[in-house]
């Protein structure tokens, strides 16, 4: 079976800090990758997709970026983190052939102070 | 991407039957509706996606008239572990949508 890991669980970093966020998916192959945010209660807001290795769509322009350096590792990164990017990041697969089911992993709260 | 409308909040007792609408008046020929169920802290997790008529599964049922203008998520004898927000999604199905567009969806609050 699938499973999709993300780490760490938590964060807290300063204004300013790096950031790096990585997900990883077993089971199956040539996944479509996803990142999402979701503010304090709101909805989900798709941050990055990629449809293969080296591949990454932005949905929203921003201090973030995402890469994919393996078939089925996605990385969210920024240089300089800012107050509003905290949230709750969530990491989702999808196979090719269903991108509307999308299967979410546990997700990273994090927390710039 | 049709637009997506459904309840903020709704409260049931447990041993109820919950439906749950949502409008989406500009759903295009090639889109499927899709329900996703997220507790607090943890990602949003597929419940059932439909196209017409009804879909049945071990979860849940979902309900779709010939018109497609709404869908409704029926959760039979709900339960306390039921409470969670439920999100309605229209997309065009099969490879190529990849944007999923969550809304606040329904906070469903079950009570004992």
């Known amino acids: 079976s699938q499973t999709i890991h993300q780490w760490p669980a938590t964060l807290v970093q300063p204004v300013g800090s790096p950031l790096s966020l990585e997900c990883t998916v077993e089971?199956?192959?040539?996944?479509?990758l996803y990142w999402y945010r979701q503010a304090a209660g709101r909805g989900l807001q798709l941050l990055f997709y990629?449809?293969?290795?080296?591949?990454i769509s932005s949905e929203v322009p921003q201090n973030l970026s995402a890469s994919r350096p393996q078939d089925r590792q996605f990385i969210l990164s920024s240089k300089k983190l800012l107050l509003s990017d905290s949230g709750f990041y969530l990491c989702?697969?999808?196979?090719?052939?269903?991108?509307?089911?999308?299967?979410f992993g546990p997700g990273t709260r994090l927390t710039v102070l | 991407l049709a637009k997506t409308t459904q309840p903020i909040s709704m409260d049931s007792y447990e041993g109820q039957e919950v439906n749950i609408t949502c409008s989406h008046n500009?759903?295009?020929?090639?889109?499927?509706i899709t329900w996703y169920q997220q507790f607090p802290s943890q990602g949003p997790r597929f419940i059932i996606q439909?196209?017409?008529t009804k879909v049945t599964n071990e979860v849940a049922s979902l309900f779709i008239p010939a018109d497609r203008k709404s869908s409704t998520l029926s959760l039979p004898r709900v339960s306390l572990s039921d409470t969670a927000v439920y999100y309605c999604l229209v997309g065009r199905g099969g490879a190529g949508s990849y944007q999923l567009t969550f809304g606040k969806g329904t906070k469903l609050s079950v009570i004992p």
């Open positions: 089971g199956t192959s040539n996944p479509n």
């Open positions: 439909g196209y017409k």
């Open positions: 989702a697969w999808s196979s090719l052939a269903d991108t509307d089911t999308q299967y």
């Open positions: 500009n759903i295009a020929t090639n889109d499927y």
């Open positions: 990629s449809v293969g290795i080296g591949q």
